[in-house]
């Protein structure tokens, strides 16, 4: 009987990873237990393990778990791995195999429809992971490549993230009377841009609609950072220069695409400044007041050499003005702090402040 771990031993040295390495042949169970592990390696996706056999059957899953229907997804069908990677976590060292980060990300019992060598359909009863789902070999030159579909509805509530959303306009005007209505950012100069991140990727669309992703390396990895989480940011792109925002810099910036943008990474880096969340995780947010927004903007965690969230004032607005002022700032944008996000608006809920 073919040893059906031959390969999984064959890419590893027992001497040099973490990674579980029984020495008896696998036993076979019950094929109802699965696992989905997060995995940091070279480019962040989720493997999904799935026993049958005394093995886990084992897809790389790029973008991670799709929870609608429309969205399907390419599984990379891997090695067979052993029942004990049903819990594995640790850190793979840099060279080996698999090198990097893995977390469990669900765990729990299957049900199995449909498995041949082409098709497999099961019923996933896991924490995070639950429905009827697909992988399907698209019958490529090796086999490897796979798609996995989300077979029943979404859940009820679930809406995916759109690419992009009009942004909400700040109309000119000056300091609001009711001040404590209100709460106040310093406005950076910078270029609007959308970001999404869905399945540890990044979109990145300027205030037009046009997808700049490629204009923007830098924070390609904000999507790594965010893991499985969905959102769809709305924010300032903006370049300093001895602490001030530098616009010849960001003019460079603008009009560099592809290979011209990665070579002015180092000279003339770029820094995204997160200023509200449109959707999160299957939820859109538009209409939640904007300090509830700023709640959840700030739950995220968001920080790197790259992007971070600035803070803002509630009230005071006369203070933030001056500070932007003393800091060589443009000006201060005022939000009333009840009010909703109206894409593509400019209702007089958001005013420009020049400092």
């Not at 199995?112 to 060598?117: E, S």
Request: aromatic share 8%.
């Amino acid at each position: 009987m073919a040893d059906k771990l031959e390969e999984y031993r064959h890419k590893r040295s027992r001497s040099r990873t973490p990674e579980p390495w029984p020495d008896g042949p696998p036993v076979p169970g019950n094929d109802e237990l699965f696992v989905i592990q997060e995995h940091h390696a070279t480019r962040l996706h989720w493997d999904f393990r799935l026993e049958r056999d005394g093995v886990l059957v084992s897809w790389a899953v790029p973008k991670g778990l799709p929870l609608s229907p429309g969205v399907p997804r390419l599984a990379v069908h891997t090695e067979d791995h052993p029942l004990e990677y049903l819990t594995f976590s640790g850190e793979i060292p840099a060279g080996e195999y698999g090198g990097g980060r893995m977390t469990v990300w669900d765990t729990g019992t299957y049900e199995t429809l449909h498995w041949n060598d082409h098709k497999v359909e099961v019923v996933f009863h896991g924490a995070r992971t639950r429905g009827k789902y697909l992988f399907q070999n698209r019958h490529d030159e090796d086999g490897r490549d796979w798609t996995l579909r989300r077979l029943d509805p979404a859940a009820p509530g679930h809406e995916d993230a759109p690419d992009f959303l009009e942004p909400m306009v700040a109309e000119p005007g000056e300091l609001p009377a009711d001040d404590d209505a209100w709460a106040y950012e310093f406005a950076w100069g910078g270029l609007r841009t959308m970001l999404l991140v869905c399945g540890g990727r990044v979109t990145a669309h300027d205030g037009t609609g046009a997808d700049v992703t490629d204009r923007y390396p830098e924070l390609h990895k904000l999507g790594e950072e965010l893991g499985s989480t969905e959102v769809l940011l709305d924010g300032e792109v903006v370049v300093m220069k001895d602490g001030k925002p530098h616009p010849d810099g960001l003019d460079q910036r603008r009009r560099a695409d592809g290979a011209a943008a990665k070579r002015l990474k180092t000279a003339c880096p770029v820094f995204y400044f997160a200023a509200d969340v449109l959707h999160l995780d299957g939820r859109p947010t538009l209409e939640l007041p904007y300090t509830k927004r700023r709640e959840l903007l700030d739950g995220l965690a968001i920080e790197d050499r790259h992007w971070q969230v600035p803070r803002y004032f509630a009230g005071g607005g006369e203070a933030v003005v001056e500070a932007a002022r003393q800091h060589g700032l443009p000006g201060v944008v005022a939000k009333r702090a009840d009010s909703p996000y109206q894409p593509g608006s400019g209702t007089g809920d958001w005013l420009l402040i020049e400092s």
